[in-house]
């Protein structure tokens, strides 16, 4: 088993890195500065040159609560749009997704 985790320097994704650590499960952690969620040929490419992904978790998210009306497309991409490309690439390379949202 091999897990990416999107959003890793967040509070969850940090939480994650540290469940997997201890259970000893391999995986791969990506920032919002390494991998943007809402380009898809960006996330093939991730997937692409890290074989073996069976899960991908996501933990970004945009949550600027105060500020997603103003900011709408952003917050858009991020919690729309960028899910809908991991089920994507989870479908193509048949893997498990879990994303967690607010």
């Known amino acids: 088993m091999q897990v990416l985790i999107t959003g890793a320097n967040g ?3 940090i939480a994650f ?8 499960v391999d995986y791969v952690a990506m920032t919002s500065k390494e991998l ?8 093939r490419k991730i997937v692409n040159e890290n074989k073996g992904i069976s899960h991908i978790v996501n933990c970004a998210a945009y ?3 105060d500020k997603a009306e103003e900011d709408w497309k952003t917050a ?3 919690n729309g749009l960028g899910p809908r490309n991991l089920a994507i690439v989870a479908n193509e390379i048949d893997a498990e997704l879990v994303h967690y949202s607010t």
Do not use: A, F, P
Request: glycine letters at 8%; aromatic letters at 4%; proline letters at 0%.
């Open 11 to 13: 509070q969850l994704g």
């Open 17 to 24: 890195r540290k469940l997997l650590d201890r259970m000893g």
């Open 36 to 43: 943007d969620i809402t380009r898809l040929e960006q996330l």
């Open 63 to 65: 949550n600027h609560v």
């Open 76 to 78: 858009y991409l991020v």
